[in-house]
């Protein structure tokens, strides 16, 4: 006997007649030369659709899905609808610029039951997302450790409303936040997608979900961040703001395309985490009190090295607002500006318009007191830069080197004159960020035989043994289980170790001969600045950080 399974092939000829339609639009999209989307696959942006209403929509067969400032995408039934077209040159009139996509009747009706729902969440301008800050409180106060943050996305996952992709987006944004995640990773695997946090400069796993919720979550950045939906297959860098209280926190959008769907990667741009004072950077008394007598000076260049996220800019920044003032000119240059200083003009590097070299030539012109470049990364921008420090400008850069020393040498691989170096460049620090022990529930215990002996050989080096602390019996760890205060981690907070190499006459007899980094160390040893595993060693005695921590940063068994 055969059974048919009606409701089972009924179900399977409506999926093919749907996926039929899609094909069908997305061919005539090419024929009237216009984008085609699938808006059940497009996050709607709230805002876009109260621009037309719900009554108008349906009659024209005209939805606005997105919205970045006055940039309007306009999905439409058929381009050649003269209902269709009065719509959008009504939204023209008003001064906005639309992008007209193709889209299937099923697709438009997906939309029009966004309307139910226009008051949950707003995006009121240009990449700007706003939470309410009683949303956020009560967020905030639901995240006692970052488990909760993962139990809240899975509640907002399982959600059945339209608004669900909000809801998951302000739990990710508002646990970003409670936890200051200095970045959020949503990861594409094979089975889910994987979501990390920054922390400290630490990633730690959140949770996975579901690829269907991440394509709506992906879609929805995309838009906010001012990228196009429809490439997939290249990388994409946006920004968007969250608007919390009348501050604005943004956040950068990276997206790369990979195996298993695109990666995506926002960067937290938050003013406080910037904010740092010289004196709360952690540098040790003696040097704080030589960088400060060096960044006063009229001239010459102060330069600070180290990988990527090791600190430098907040370093920067923090001498820039030091010596800030109603009768000095400052003028920037940096790839990208990540934060906006008050009394500071700063310009942005455009490969193609502005490049660091062209811009720092302009800079000149306009005659500054102090300048900061960014970075110097050729040998056009380092005789630039070298040459305004000769000429009565105080110059702030950045190098990327691995230690003070090698700042020398990689000037002269830049084409530098040694004699040239002694004339203009002040001092060249280095530094590396290390997670600070949670002061609420760290555990002090004895030195074990092992930990003494490597602590004793490299405190063997200070020269100013005054730095030294005269007993080494214990240590401090994190907690094992933390506490609410760190939530749950036993670190908040990080800190820098630091080390720094001025002029001085050993070291300009030294570069006369095209020294290497460890001739160039040696002659600075008798200025008794700490090397940055010494200041880390320092900290360790003091409960700041942890032995296990500093491993993490620095070598400190190469150390001899």
């Known amino acids: 006997m055969v059974v048919f399974a009606d409701q089972e092939q009924e179900k399977h000829l409506d999926i093919l007649r749907k996926r039929e339609e899609e094909e069908v639009v997305e061919i005539l999209s090419h024929k009237y030369g216009v984008q085609y989307v699938d808006l059940s696959l497009v996050a709607i942006n709230t805002d876009a659709l109260r621009l037309i209403k719900e009554d108008e929509s349906h009659d024209a067969e005209t939805v606005v899905f997105g919205r970045v400032g006055k940039r309007l995408s306009v999905a439409v039934r058929s381009p050649e ?3 269709a077209k009065m719509v959008i040159e009504k939204l023209k009139e008003l001064g906005y610029d639309t992008v007209t996509f193709m889209a299937s009747q099923e697709s438009l009706k997906r939309a029009y039951e966004r309307y139910a729902d226009l008051s949950y969440a707003t995006e009121s301008k240009a990449g700007v997302f706003e939470i309410s800050p009683a949303e956020i409180e009560e967020l905030a106060s639901k995240v006692q450790n970052l488990t909760d943050i993962g139990t809240l996305i899975n509640e907002a996952i399982v959600i059945k409303k ?11 944004l508002a646990g970003g936040l409670s936890t200051e995640a200095s970045d959020v990773h949503m990861e594409p695997e094979e089975a889910a997608v994987r979501l990390r946090y920054r922390l400290d400069g630490v990633l730690v796993d959140i949770l996975t979900f579901d690829h269907e919720t991440y394509r709506l979550l992906l879609s929805r950045l995309k838009l906010l961040s001012g990228l196009k939906l429809n490439i997939t297959s290249e990388a994409q860098d946006g920004r968007f703001s969250i608007k919390i209280k009348g501050d604005e926190i943004e ?14 990667v926002l960067r937290i741009l938050n003013p406080k985490a910037i904010s740092v004072t010289l004196e709360e950077l952690g540098m040790g008394e003696k040097l704080r009190q030589r960088i400060e007598r060096e960044i006063t000076r009229p001239n010459g260049m102060v330069l600070t090295t180290g990988p990527t996220g090791s600190g430098k800019t907040t370093t920067l920044y923090a001498f820039l607002r030091k010596i800030n003032s109603p009768g000095t000119k400052i003028i920037t240059i940096e790839d990208p500006i990540e934060y906006h200083l008050p009394g500071i003009v700063q310009t942005q590097v455009d490969e193609k318009k502005y490049t660091f070299a062209e811009g720092l030539r302009s800079i000149l012109r306009q005659d500054p007191d102090i300048i900061m470049v960014g970075e110097i990364r050729d040998e056009e921008v380092a005789a630039t830069a070298i040459n305004a420090a000769l000429t009565g400008h105080l110059v702030f850069s950045t190098l990327h080197t691995n230690d003070a020393a090698g700042s020398f040498p990689r000037l002269i691989d ?48 200070i020269v100013d043994r005054t730095l030294v602390p005269q007993t080494i019996s214990t240590i401090w760890d994190p907690a094992p289980q933390g506490c609410a205060v760190c939530k749950g981690r036993g670190y908040k907070g990080r800190i820098g170790i630091f080390e720094a190499i001025y002029m001085d006459r050993p070291i300009e007899e030294v570069l006369r001969t095209k020294p290497s980094e460890r001739e160039v160390a040696e002659a600075a040893k008798p200025q008794g600045i700490p090397t940055m595993v010494e200041d880390g060693i320092i900290k360790i005695l003091l409960g700041v950080t942890s032995l296990e921590e500093l491993r ?9």
């Not at 790369?256 to 769907?261: A, D, F, M």
């Not at 993490?552 to 001899?560: E, N, Y």
Request: some cysteine; hydrophobic content about 40%.
């Open 162 to 172: 339209t608004y669900r992709i909000t809801r998951i987006l302000e739990v990710i």
């Open 414 to 461: 830049l084409s530098v004159p040694e004699k040239v170096l002694s004339s203009s460049v002040n001092i060249a620090m280095a530094q590396r960020l290390v997670r600070k022990l949670c002061q609420q529930c760290k555990k002090e215990r004895p030195i074990n035989a092992e930990e003494k002996i490597t602590i004793e050989r490299i405190l063997g080096g």
């Open 552 to 560: 993490r940063v620095v070598d400190i068994d190469a150390i001899v």
């Open 251 to 264: 956040l950068r959008t990276s997206v790369l395309p990979g195996n298993y769907g695109e990666t995506l």
């Open 81 to 83: 609808n003269s209902k």
